[in-house]
C-alpha cells in the first residue's frame, strides 16, 4: 500500500469519527480545530490561527465569521494594527470546553494506541505535515 492511500485513509477515517461527536455541539471539523487552538492561547490573530492550522486566510475568514454568527468567537480590529483581526473566544465559545475536550478523549480511546504511540503518531505527523526549512 503507498503511503499517500494510508495518510489518506487515516485523514477521512479521523474526521468521519468526529463527525457525530461535534454535531450535537453544532461544530464542524474545522471549527473544532479552531476551538482546541483558542482553548489553548486565548487570543490569537486570524493570521496565527491560519498558519497554526495549515488554512489560508480564504478558508479561515469566513469560517471564523460564521462561527462568530454562531457566538462562539469574537473578531475585532488590533488597536495596534488595523490590518490585523484578532480572534478571541466569546463566554459561550469557552463553555464548550469541557465537551470539546471530552471529543478528544474519545477520539484517543478509538485510535487503540498507549500513551507513547499516540505521542509518537502525533510527533511523526506533525514532522511529516511540517518538515523543518533547510
Same mark, same amino acid.
Given at each position: 500500500m503507498q503511503l499517500s492511500f494510508a495518510i489518506y485513509g487515516a485523514a477521512n477515517r479521523v474526521a468521519r469519527l468526529h463527525?457525530?461527536?461535534?454535531?450535537?455541539?453544532g461544530l464542524t471539523?474545522?471549527?473544532?480545530?479552531?476551538?482546541?487552538?483558542?482553548?489553548?492561547?486565548?487570543?490569537?490573530t486570524v493570521g496565527e490561527l491560519g498558519a497554526t492550522l495549515d488554512m489560508d486566510t480564504g478558508t479561515i475568514t469566513p469560517m471564523l465569521k460564521r462561527m462568530e454568527a454562531l @457566538? %462562539? &468567537?469574537?473578531?475585532?480590529?488590533?488597536?495596534?494594527?488595523e490590518r490585523r483581526v484578532l480572534i478571541a473566544?466569546?463566554?459561550?465559545?469557552?463553555?464548550k470546553r469541557d465537551d470539546?475536550?471530552?471529543?478528544?478523549?474519545?477520539?484517543?480511546?478509538?485510535?487503540?494506541?498507549?500513551?507513547? @504511540? %499516540? &505521542?509518537?503518531?502525533?510527533d511523526t505527523l506533525l514532522a511529516f505535515g511540517h518538515p523543518r526549512s533547510r
Amino acid at each position: 500500500m503507498q503511503l499517500s492511500f494510508a495518510i489518506y485513509g487515516a485523514a477521512n477515517r479521523v474526521a468521519r469519527l468526529h463527525k457525530p461527536l461535534l454535531e450535537p455541539l453544532g461544530l464542524t471539523f474545522p471549527q473544532y480545530l479552531v476551538m482546541l487552538e483558542l482553548f489553548s492561547r486565548e487570543l490569537q490573530t486570524v493570521g496565527e490561527l491560519g498558519a497554526t492550522l495549515d488554512m489560508d486566510t480564504g478558508t479561515i475568514t469566513p469560517m471564523l465569521k460564521r462561527m462568530e454568527a454562531l @457566538g %462562539l &468567537v469574537t473578531r475585532t480590529r488590533d488597536p495596534k494594527d488595523e490590518r490585523r483581526v484578532l480572534i478571541a473566544l466569546t463566554p459561550e465559545g469557552a463553555a464548550k470546553r469541557d465537551d470539546v475536550w471530552a471529543i478528544t478523549g474519545q477520539i484517543k480511546a478509538a485510535c487503540q494506541l498507549d500513551d507513547k @504511540g %499516540l &505521542v509518537d503518531l502525533r510527533d511523526t505527523l506533525l514532522a511529516f505535515g511540517h518538515p523543518r526549512s533547510r
